[in-house]
């Protein structure tokens, strides 16, 4: 098969298009035929070593964790699943045109749900939920703020808390609050400007999808016993009085097949930025890497 082969850590010239053993499935893995992947900053981050100490990479190796596509074959010990199934999932390896899967790991593709639009949902809007569900728990009624409310895991995070009811406050840049009204917030305000800050009463949680000074800044407005979810680290100056919780995605077929079906809906948005073959993966993590371009769709 063809692949991206990640060959040291370093910049994108350490990528490369070329081939790649075909995988073979195991009795209780999922052979799927790739249609879609995407980019995620945990691709560049890993590419560029930042996480090095925590998920260590052996070389070459295949990045890339969503997927869009068509089983191929299963193994014997699979019931779930059958050749020609389309599926999702949250995975590994996926720049390539083949991967394998764990059962639990896929979900069912929405009949009508093109396999575009499905590919760019599995990992950020997992990642929204459980920053909302486990990470802050928040409870109908109740206000939150999401830092980087335009982002991709920062609008599912915007879109669950609204589902279980908050009061939810979008928090973007100054240059986005002209594209923010369509996120289904109750409030949007400029994480950055001092009379926005001023504007903001006590909040019950915060969904942190930017950290740095930002967090910093916003922090103090937790009440007492408020709880700061995060899936981009504790904050530095996070004291006893706040309940912090760390969050990393972890698949959840089930949460998953109904965050697509909401996709399929129209519900939850997840826009496409720009779209790439594999081959010019150099290019496409180039630009997913500036920012500002929305999810980075790759196809085989
Ligand atoms: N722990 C986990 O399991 C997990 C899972 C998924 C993602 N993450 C992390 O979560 C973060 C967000 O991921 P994503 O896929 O949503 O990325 P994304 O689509 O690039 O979204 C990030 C958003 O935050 C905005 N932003 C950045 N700095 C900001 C600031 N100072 N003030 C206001 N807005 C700011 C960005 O605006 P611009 O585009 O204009 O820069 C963008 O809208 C990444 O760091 C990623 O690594 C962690």
Redesign the pocket.
Known sequence: MKAVLLNGYGGVDQLSYGDAPDPVPGKDQILVRVAGTSI???DF?LRAGYLKERMPLQFPSILGRDVAGEVVSVGSGVTQFKAGDKVLGLVNNSYAELLLAAPEDLAPIPEGLPYDMAAVVP??AL?GAQLIEKGVALRGGQTVLV????????RAAVYVAKLHGAIVIA???S??LPHANLLGADRVIS??KDRDFDAVGPLDGIAD??????IEKWLPKLKKGGRLGT??GKPPSANANVDIT????RPDAKRLAALAEDVRLGDLVIPIGARFKLSDIREAQALAEK?????VLLTP
């Open positions: 995620n900053p945990i981050k990992l950020v990642t830092t980087g409310a335009l982002g991709a895991v920062g928090g973007v840049r240059s986005q994480l950055d999808t930017v950290g740095g000074t930002t899936v981009v760390e969050v990393w995605v920012g500002g371009v929305g999810k």
